[in-house]
């Protein structure tokens, strides 16, 4: 088969000495054998499924980019030097030499893993970030999509008029705005779907939250109050970062509150959760309708 090298793990040593014999035998030249180290799990014990050694796919699924899965893999038992982390395809092939290989086994880091994808999504193209993240949405939420379009009263379309291109036009002013606030943060294309999903979906507020400010020094009533006279303000046409700041910090001085309680209470109010994405890019992003709607509910709550 005219084959020039073998390279395989440290596990098939035992069997090179037999296959030398049988080259012997049949007359042919060696091949040039190297034999690389395991890659062991976390604990040190081989890599199995009940390791958490998965399949490609599954790494694809949680949302892995696969020059991040590449750079991983070619630094376990490897590397250039002290310093270098982050390697392209290119850059491998260049820099990659057998003799550089160590020969302890290596163990596979999982939060090193997701240290190198988040590297790669926060330098991903934003385009390419953005087509990524409509098809995970579109492959997991397409009948909420569809459903959602048909209860808005605003179009005149039937259920199979919405295709998937036009949800997809749909969802693309958001998502356009969404990435650049959420690619610093997310270590896998999962992580950040999942987080961004009450930009989409209407949120629930849990008995936790019904009850969150009971004991707190927060007059979160006086607040919501106060965020929707001043949102209120703001055409749907001036809904935009540099008015909506202004308008929130002011509550600030005029009620002589710090902001970090103020940012608390909407966060909970427009999110659903105590932390959310940058706030006041959030507020943009979701729009003057749903901001004030998720303010009045929460509002109402605690009524």
């Not at 199979?160 to 690619?183: A, C, F, G, N, Y």
């Not at 999942?194 to 930009?199: D, L, S, T």
């Not at 970090?260 to 309708?289: D, H, M, N, Q, Y």
């Amino acid at each position: 088969m005219k084959i020039t090298h073998v390279i395989r793990g440290e596990d098939h040593l035992s069997n090179t000495p037999k296959q030398l014999l049988i080259y012997d035998a049949l007359g042919f030249n060696y091949p040039d054998f190297t034999h690389l180290p395991m890659i062991l799990s976390a604990d040190g014990q081989k890599l199995s499924k009940r390791h958490g050694s998965i399949s490609i796919e599954s790494y694809r699924e949680e949302g892995f980019l696969p020059e991040a899965v590449l750079n991983y893999i070619a630094l376990l038992g490897w590397a250039y030097d002290e310093k270098s982390t982050f390697f392209t395809v290119d850059k491998m092939i260049e820099k990659f030499d057998l003799k550089s290989v160590n020969k302890k086994a290596s163990k596979f880091d999982y939060e090193k893993l997701l240290f190198i994808n988040s590297y790669y999504i926060r330098n991903k193209d934003n385009k390419e970030l953005e087509r990524l993240l409509t098809e995970r949405l579109l492959k997991n939420n397409l009948q909420y999509f569809r459903d959602h379009i048909n209860k808005n009263p605003d179009n005149n379309l039937n259920n199979k008029d919405i295709d998937e291109k036009l949800i997809t036009e749909m969802l693309q002013e958001k998502i356009t705005k969404i990435i650049p606030v959420m690619k610093q943060r997310a270590k896998t294309l999962n992580e950040m779907q999942n987080k961004i999903m009450p930009f989409f979906f209407n949120i629930k507020y849990s008995d936790k939250l019904k009850n969150y400010f009971k004991n707190k020094d927060i007059d979160a009533k006086s607040i919501l109050i106060s965020c929707v006279d001043k949102l209120n303000k703001i055409s749907e046409n001036n809904f935009n970062i540099d008015k909506i700041e202004p308008a929130l910090r002011n509550i600030e001085v005029e009620e002589n509150i710090n902001f970090r309680k103020i940012a608390e209470v909407i966060r909970i109010a427009i999110w659903g959760e105590p932390v959310s994405p940058p706030l006041f890019e959030t507020i943009e992003i979701l729009g003057k309708k749903v901001t004030l709607s998720r303010l009045k509910d929460y509002l109402d709550l605690l009524l």
